[in-house]
């Protein structure tokens, strides 16, 4: 396995607290429908389309373990407990990886370009991996907190409203369509950076 680059700790670092700070900033605009907008997701993913599966990866983990951490009381359930589960903590912490590498992945098999299928594509995919995510989610809050929740019962509240007005699974649409409307935008803007090559760089061969 070979060694970080600079230019990948550097993006690492970058694009991890530009993740963090766009979810604490989002949390407390949207306090009203928490879990329902976010871009934390589409941004991990678009990091790893662009610098490619170590830099996506990494800020996935990050990311996603720092908000989990420190949660605002509406953020995440785990806040309601007031603690959270070193169980919970590393489920979260794959499922960020996932949308990283995810998006590496896609970048092998989908061509950045202005079209109209090179939206769709992101907004399918952006549906299967929050699909993924809110069902695995729901999973490991009742691996973590078995007292609370069966893993069957955790399942079905994702598609059931239970504290909220609207059930979990409405996060995965919402974020199909944010896929659809922000990747191919920042996508297209890190490919047209000064330093195009930044992109191939970020990832050794």
């Known amino acids: ?43 991990i993913f678009v990091t790893g389309y662009s610098f490619g599966h170590v ?27 007031f603690t959270t589960s070193p169980i919970l903590l590393v489920v979260m912490a794959v499922l960020g990886g996932m949308f990283g590498v ?12 202005k079209s109209l299928r090179f939206t769709l594509s992101l907004g399918v995919i952006g549906l299967i991996l929050t699909f993924i995510y809110d069902v695995g989610s729901s999973i490991g809050f009742a691996l ?29 649409v919402t974020n199909a369509i944010i896929f659809a409307a922000v990747a191919p935008i920042l996508i297209t803007v890190i490919a047209q950076l000064p330093d195009p090559s930044i992109v191939k760089k970020a990832e050794p061969e």
């Open 55 to 81: 830099v996506g990866g990494a800020v996935g983990i990050i990311s996603l373990t720092i908000y989990m951490l420190i949660p605002f009381p509406f953020a995440h359930p785990a806040a309601w407990l």
């Open 102 to 113: 995810a998006g590496w992945a896609t970048s092998k098999f989908l061509m950045a370009r």
């Open 144 to 172: 973590a907190y078995p007292a609370f929740t069966t893993i069957w019962q955790a399942v079905v509240y994702t598609f059931v409203p239970l504290y909220l007005p609207y059930p979990p699974i409405i996060h995965t």
């Open 1 to 43: 396995m070979s060694k970080l680059t600079t230019r990948q700790i550097s993006l690492i670092a970058l694009m991890s607290a530009t993740t963090i700070v766009m979810a604490y900033s989002k949390g407390l605009a949207m306090v009203a429908f928490p879990g329902l907008f976010e871009f934390m997701t589409v941004l």
